[in-house]
Structure formats: C-alpha cells, structure tokens
C-alpha cells in the first residue's frame, strides 16, 4: 500500500497563491502517476492536474492550467501544487492520489488507488 498525508491547505483572498504538498510512504516505489483532485461541496471530484513518476511530464486541467503548477520531488516521494491567481471557485477539498500503472492522461479518480486525507483549501475574502 502507499499513503498519502496532504499539507499546506488554508484560507487565501482572491488572486492569492496557495501551496499543498503530499508526501507518500510505504510502497512509494510502486508510483507511476501521482494527481491532484479536488471536491467541493455538493459536486462530484475533479481532476486537477497529474505528474508522471520517471519523467516529470505533467497534465493539467484546462482551467487550471497557466495559474497551478504540479511539481515532485522523488527523492523525498513528494508531489507539490503550487496555485496562484486563485479564485473563489478554487475552494475545496484537495486531494492526492496515486496509480501504479494506466495512462497519465486518464484523469478519472477511478483510476487511482491510494488517496490522501485531503486539505481544505477556501478562497475568499
């Protein structure tokens, strides 16, 4: 199994940035793809942007690509969101999660098997 543990959620006004972080332990080596999603409430969960493991490539949600960046750092099995320009419809729950295999460009949550706890992340002001 991989867990997943998400920091760096909180309060932000509009326009500001945000950073999360998510740091996978146990069978981290297992890691093909690690992804973000989010969920607000009342709504279904959303992709939000993926990292490939070996290379770094990365994939983005159309609304969020240009203001969020998905970055990790492998030696410390950490995937990074950095999010700027944030919006009131920005608030959520976010989430990491992982898949060991399938396509990077497959964004449905069904795809992913292991999930974090998530980090509440509210944008108004």
């Known amino acids: 199994q991989v867990q997943l543990v998400e920091s760096g959620g909180g309060l932000v006004q509009p326009g500001g940035s945000l950073g999360l972080s998510c740091a996978a332990s146990?069978?981290?080596?297992?890691?093909?793809?690690m992804g973000w999603f989010r969920q607000a409430p009342g709504k279904e969960r959303e992709f939000v942007s993926a990292?490939?493991?070996?290379?770094?490539?990365?994939n983005y949600a159309d609304s969020m690509r240009g203001r969020f960046t998905i970055s990790r750092d492998s030696t410390e099995n950490t995937v990074y969101l950095r999010m700027n320009n944030l919006k009131p419809e920005d608030t959520a729950v976010y989430y990491c999660a992982t898949k060991s295999g399938g396509s990077l460009y497959n964004e449905s949550p069904r795809t992913y098997s292991y999930w974090g706890q998530g980090t509440q992340v509210t944008v108004s002001s």
């Open positions: 990292i490939r493991w070996s290379d770094g490539t990365t």
């Open positions: 146990g069978r981290a080596f297992s890691i093909y793809v």
